[in-house]
């Protein structure tokens, strides 16, 4: 069958097969031209679209790359004024740097011209500031020498200079005593006064000797002097009771004489704690016939220790008691013991329990605070255990020397409220060094120095002896 459309079909391919017959450059020229006109229609109007009479299969590619053409040469001058532009820059950087430079010289000049001219209105000639100057300016801006170590160019430039670590009128603290070694293990310059006067110790076991002396360093029931400072400070040395009891009079001055805030607090010495523990031993084997020894009840009223004694009655006008411990005779602890909450807090650096010796304080106390109550207050107290316990501690005293200082800080900070990490072992050999200085400047407190001078000890019934044999 004949069919219109076929017929139009077969005129296209043969119209098409001799314009392929034609030369290729012109070809390629027209198809060119007709994307370029196609690029530039479209510009003009995008929504209108150019219809090609007959589809050419390269016109896509060659469209691509005629459009990459024109976008290299479209910001080819942009990159050429970019170029421009920083080269103009770094050239104006390093022509303010020139002038810079220019400058500097320039007031090195002035004020060399200066000196000399200064120097030689002052009768020194002219010549000599000038090699004077040079030598200076030599010696600043001159290399080091690489064929000299650092040591002998060190020796070399500061061998002038003295060594000596003592320098007379630089530091008045630093005096020379003698030739021999410090008796303190660590030097204290740093926690001097401006006003340093040294001390003067009487060695003396008499208390009323040692009052009556015209300078005396007394920290309450002990002498603050070479050797309790070395005990403190000496990192291998174990705390005695003289040096517990001295910090432990200095805690309850300041809260007398309201250095501190916190109020209705005692602090009992080595003593009282050691008392405690040989009086339990009697009363365990008989509770219910054991009595309350007339010590432990001055203990209670206020009235020992003797040294800075109160006078405050235990639940009356006292609280919280603070008492050291020396447990086993080989390790300080500390503890707090809450009158009112009828608990036991226990400060141990070694994180151990001493279940038997904290017992102690657990079950006398209570009877001593019901003694010393009035007649009429005695009815509404019990002797009933107090509770105990252990505050957390752990990794603190490696060295195994530091408990002494460790339940004296713990002391410290459980009174003014500050928390017990502060003391670890990072700084435990500054916190000896601070108890050390706290005792050095009591024993040269003015105030304290007058309340020690007034200081008497009671007269006290002679003890009827007892026979050992």
């Not at 139009?8 to 060119?32: P, W």
């Not at 009655?313 to 008691?321: A, Y």
């Not at 008497?456 to 050992?468: E, F, I, S, T, Y």
Request: glycine share 6%.
């Amino acid at each position: 069958m004949k069919d219109e459309r076929v017929d139009l079909i077969i005129d296209m391919q043969r119209n098409k097969f001799e314009e392929d017959g034609s030369d290729e450059e012109a070809a390629v020229e027209t198809s060119e031209t007709e994307i370029e006109e196609e690029i530039e229609s479209t510009r003009v109007s995008p929504t209108k679209k150019r219809k090609n009479r007959f589809r050419d299969t390269g016109a896509e590619s060659r469209k691509k790359r005629l459009l990459c053409q024109r976008s290299t040469e479209k910001y080819r001058d942009l990159e050429e004024e970019m170029k421009s532009y920083i080269q103009s820059m770094f050239n104006s950087s390093f022509t303010a740097l020139g002038l810079e430079c220019e400058i500097i010289e320039d007031r090195f000049t002035k004020l060399e011209e200066k000196i000399l001219s200064s120097q030689t209105q002052g009768g020194a000639p002219a010549n000599t500031q000038t090699r004077d100057l040079s030598d200076v300016f030599g010696s600043l801006f001159s290399t080091l020498d690489v064929n000299i170590g650092t040591q002998e160019y060190l020796q070399k430039t500061m061998g002038n200079l003295t060594q000596e670590s003592n320098v007379d009128g630089f530091d008045p603290s630093q005096d020379k005593q003698s030739e021999r070694p410090s008796d303190f293990t660590t030097p204290m310059t740093s926690f001097r006064p401006q006003i340093f006067k040294t001390p003067f110790l009487i060695d003396s076991d008499d208390i009323e000797v040692r009052c009556k002396a015209k300078e005396y360093e007394l920290i309450g029931p002990s002498t603050f002097d070479a050797e309790l400072a070395s005990r403190i400070i000496g990192p291998n040395i174990w705390s005695k009771n003289f040096d517990m009891d001295a910090m432990m009079y200095l805690f309850r001055e300041k809260t007398t004489l309201r250095r501190w805030s916190p109020d209705r607090v005692a602090f009992l010495n080595c003593m009282f704690s050691n008392q405690i523990i040989t009086a339990y031993e009697k009363l365990d084997g008989n509770r219910r016939g054991y009595k309350i020894d007339d010590n432990f009840l001055e203990y209670g009223r206020g009235e020992l220790p003797y040294h800075g004694s109160t006078g405050s009655v235990w639940s009356v006008d006292v609280d919280r008691l603070y008492i050291p411990i020396c447990v086993n005779q080989i390790h300080w602890i500390s503890i707090c013991v809450n009158l009112v909450n009828r608990t036991i807090d226990v400060f141990d650096c070694g994180g151990k329990k001493n279940n038997r010796v904290i017992e102690a304080f657990a079950v006398l106390i209570p009877r001593i605070v019901k003694a010393v109550q009035s007649p009429e207050r005695k009815k509404d107290f019990n002797v009933k255990q107090y509770t105990v316990s252990y505050v957390p501690m752990r990794g603190l005293n490696m060295s195994g020397n530091d408990c002494g200082a460790y339940s004296l800080k713990f002391i410290e900070c459980h009174l003014l409220g500050l928390d017990f990490s502060l003391v670890n072992d990072e700084n435990i050999k500054e916190a000896r060094h601070k108890i050390a200085f706290d005792l050095w400047e009591a024993a040269n407190d003015a105030v304290l120095q007058s309340r020690m001078s007034t200081f008497k000890p009671p007269k006290r019934a002679p003890v009827k002896p007892v026979d050992l044999g």
